[in-house]
């Protein structure tokens, strides 16, 4: 099946820097890309998403690249507050398994004050 | 808008006993979805359905039932649980778009099988 990993699975940043979360996905045939945020016993709350037709889209302090070439997707966040300390996910979805989604164990982003 | 609710958020069950839980949805979506979460492993697809009146096998149905008598609830049945179905489930909805579209999760059901 496909394989959905982070390189990191624990990242600890400053209050006020940036954090860079990284994903690496095997199926070239997927096509689209979410990351989710899922705090402390909460189910998983959609942040951004990308499609392959893109190499970068950009929200509120949050930022998501996609490198096809190398299979990778990454999240920025721009100034990270305490309130993004949680998990995140990222999730794809090969275009030959339309609306089914393959999930990453997840990365703990620690914000320390 | 609620959005995706789950009931119970808590239970435990004895080896051999049954239960259902329950989601909700009132965005009017076509697709719901049935996921365990395990600890250091990321969501696994039990079951999803494209429609009321559908259901089709995700990556690990092994154990469940699923039903979709109306098109705004999804329900997860075990008919026997077993300790290996400890786990924290969440249920997720999407519409039908054409290229993917964005899955919204409930709040989950932890449920603990002794």
């Known amino acids: 099946g496909e394989s959905v990993g982070l390189h990191l699975p624990t990242l600890s940043v400053q209050e006020g820097d940036n954090s860079i979360i990284n994903c690496a996905y095997s199926n070239s045939a997927s096509d689209y890309f979410i990351w989710y945020k899922q705090e402390s016993g909460k189910g998983p709350q959609f942040i951004i998403d990308?499609?392959?037709?893109?190499d970068k889209r950009q929200g509120q302090r949050v930022t998501v690249l996609l490198n096809k070439t190398v299979k990778h997707l990454s999240l920025q966040i721009a100034a990270t507050q305490p309130g993004d300390s949680a998990v995140y996910f990222c999730a794809e979805n090969p275009k030959d398994n339309f609306n089914k989604f393959y999930f990453g164990s997840g990365t703990k982003l620690n914000v320390k004050p | 808008n609620a959005g995706v609710t789950q009931t119970p958020k808590f239970r435990v069950l004895k080896t051999g006993q049954s239960m259902t839980l329950l989601c909700a949805q009132d965005m009017n979506h076509e697709y719901m979805y049935w996921y365990r979460q395990d600890p250091g492993m990321g969501l696994r697809l039990i079951h999803y359905s494209v429609g009321e009146g559908t259901t089709a096998k995700g990556e690990v149905p092994d154990g469940y039932n699923v039903s979709r008598l109306k098109k705004q609830n999804f329900l997860l049945g075990l008919e026997s649980a077993a300790p290996s179905q400890t786990s924290v489930y969440f249920c997720?909805?999407?519409?039908?778009?054409?290229?993917?579209?964005?899955?919204?999760f409930g709040p989950g059901t932890r449920l603990t099988v002794l």
């Open positions: 990308i499609r392959s037709n893109m």
């Open positions: 997720a909805s999407s519409g039908a778009g054409v290229w993917g579209d964005t899955q919204y």
